[in-house]
């Protein structure tokens, strides 16, 4: 069990995970386009039962294995909401609430902190920075930042004054593909997945000289085969539809859990997008 002072901690991608946020796709609908995955889905939809049952089976999976699942209730105005991760996160022992940046998920961050204020969990509001949780990739004292249309250098540089004990290394990617979470993931200390060529060139080649890269394809990219969950203990959860993703991780002594979440992903996010990691200990 966690320690008992801490109502918050994460310090990686990949330590034991305690407690983790997440919201029901109650709600969950393409209103609006805001990513490439919603533009191909547009005109399909989604199917809000088939979302409902699949994201009950993954919470499911997560309290089997022993994780504390906290549900955050799920409001009609947000369809976006089952992504927990972009609305905060997690660096040492506080707890940061982002600011969105798209209109249509603007206000998903109070609810939040309401519950946050409720358990009286302290947190740091980046109030007035755009900067989401899906841009936001944690390896110890290093913190890598997508820049993306959806977190901007301003808001890196303001998180980079907070955080002094810290590394804060500024990732440009390119804009379609949303999070730096779509495009890259660490899953160990020496191991990370990576969709390749569209990070800008010198920052994929510092990533390559610290982490042993899986290289996902173009067909897996659009499965968010980097949108991988890791629990600790070397348990990943993955799509089933991601084979050579699961096979790689499987060669690597990772146990996949595989979890078919394939109607949420239409709206642009996979395992890491919905859940919001709060306590995570070695």
Not at 145 to 150: E, L
Not at 167 to 179: M, N
Not at 228 to 253: A, M, Q, T
Request: with cysteine.
């Amino acid at each position: 069990m966690p320690s008992q002072q801490h109502k918050s901690i994460c310090n990686s991608e990949y330590d034991k995970l305690h407690t983790v946020i997440l919201c029901e796709p109650q709600h969950m609908t393409i209103r609006e386009v805001i990513n490439e995955t919603q533009k191909h889905f547009k005109n399909e939809g989604i199917h809000i039962e088939l979302a409902l049952e699949q994201h009950r089976d993954f919470l499911v999976k997560l309290e089997e294995h022993g994780v504390n699942v906290v549900l955050l209730p799920a409001l009609r105005k947000f369809p976006e909401q089952v992504f927990t991760r972009d609305i905060g996160f997690t660096i040492g022992q506080t707890v940061f609430v982002a600011e969105m940046a798209h209109d249509i998920r603007k206000g998903e961050e109070d609810v939040l902190r309401e519950w946050l204020e409720q358990e009286e969990i302290p947190y740091y509001h980046l109030l007035g920075d755009e900067i989401e949780g899906g841009d936001v990739v944690i390896d110890r004292n290093t913190v890598y930042i997508g820049v993306s249309n959806r977190t901007n250098l301003a808001a890196i540089e303001h998180l980079q004054s907070l955080l002094t004990s810290y590394e804060v290394i500024a990732i440009p990617f390119t804009e379609t593909y949303l999070h730096l979470d779509c495009v890259f993931n660490i899953i160990s200390t020496e191991e990370a997945i990576i969709y390749p060529g569209v990070i800008e060139k010198e920052k994929e080649e510092l990533l390559r000289s610290r982490y042993d890269l899986i290289e996902i394809t173009e067909e897996e990219q659009f499965t968010l085969g980097t949108n991988v969950f890791s629990i600790g203990d070397k348990k990943i959860f993955s799509l089933p539809v991601n084979k050579h993703v699961n096979s790689e991780l499987r060669k690597r002594g990772y146990d996949v859990i595989e979890v078919d979440i394939s109607e949420i992903i239409k709206s642009g996010g996979s395992f890491r997008c919905c859940t919001m990691p709060l306590i995570r200990e070695e």
